[in-house]
């Protein structure tokens, strides 16, 4: 089994929506790294959260770190078609810091916006 | 300022041939990371240079795979002799700071093994 969970796995929405992703743990998440792919290019860091409650805002794009800091979800307020790609949580999931930046990674949610 | 680069951006290979994968980090980052994402599957580390050395190598398959990074610079990556299984996007990130601050991904080599 993996060790985040994304949900759901692919997603169409009609522009104007909203929309949300949700990456699950049975660990706590020291940190949990937001990042966008669009194909062929590299990811794209969205968002970074640590704090249990934590929630950070980038203009339409919103993600929530739960207070056990097991879940974390985005939120797409009215959607555009230049936010397709696939949306990827990655996490810190060892204790301290200890991981160095090595992170765990969902795997993936591919996001479809039609005009 | 320039990002993180990869090459090649492909490689198709036959089995049992060697190809080796280069990424530049960002100037001044002396966190280097390879990832992997092989089809249908999550991206999956690899392994962490700090400079020159290797910090963490837990992710590496097996002896087939060799990281280098010379003088802290740039990385290679040498997969020989190359097999099916190892066909897949591997992906360069760099950071300044380990863990806590954001990496930043190269657009990936994708491998295709033959």
């Known amino acids: 089994s993996q060790e985040l969970e994304q949900s759901p796995q692919s997603l169409i929405v009609q522009e104007g929506k909203n929309l949300t992703i949700n990456c699950t743990s049975s660990?706590?998440?020291?940190?949990l790294y937001w990042y966008k792919q669009k194909y062929g290019e590299g990811l794209i860091f969205l968002m970074m959260?640590?704090?249990?409650?934590e929630e950070k805002s980038h203009e339409k794009i919103t993600a929530k770190l739960d207070e056990k800091k097991q879940q974390s979800s985005l939120h797409i307020t009215a959607s555009q078609p230049s936010h397709a790609g696939i949306y990827l949580c990655?996490?810190?999931?060892?204790?301290?810091?200890?991981?160095?930046?090595?992170?765990?990674f969902g795997q993936g949610t591919i996001l479809t916006v039609h005009p | 300022e320039a990002g993180v680069t990869q090459f090649p951006s492909h490689s198709v290979i036959e089995k049992g041939q060697t190809v080796t994968l280069r990424c530049d980090p960002i100037?001044?980052?002396?966190?280097l990371y390879w990832y992997r994402r092989v089809m249908g599957k999550e991206i999956k580390f690899l392994l962490h240079?700090?400079?020159?050395?290797?910090?963490?190598e837990s992710g590496m398959p097996n002896n087939r795979f060799l990281a280098e990074r010379t003088g802290g610079t740039y990385s290679t990556l040498k997969v020989q002799p190359a097999e099916l299984e190892d066909s897949g996007v591997y992906f360069c990130?760099?950071?300044?700071?380990?863990?806590?601050?954001?990496?930043?991904f190269g657009q990936g080599t994708r491998l295709t093994v033959v």
């Open positions: 990655g996490a810190d999931m060892e204790a301290g810091g200890t991981s160095y930046g090595k992170l765990t």
């Open positions: 660990k706590t998440l020291y940190g």
């Open positions: 959260l640590q704090k249990g409650g």
């Open positions: 990130a760099s950071s300044q700071v380990p863990g806590y601050t954001e990496a930043f």
């Open positions: 240079f700090v400079k020159e050395s290797k910090q963490d």
């Open positions: 100037s001044g980052h002396d966190n």
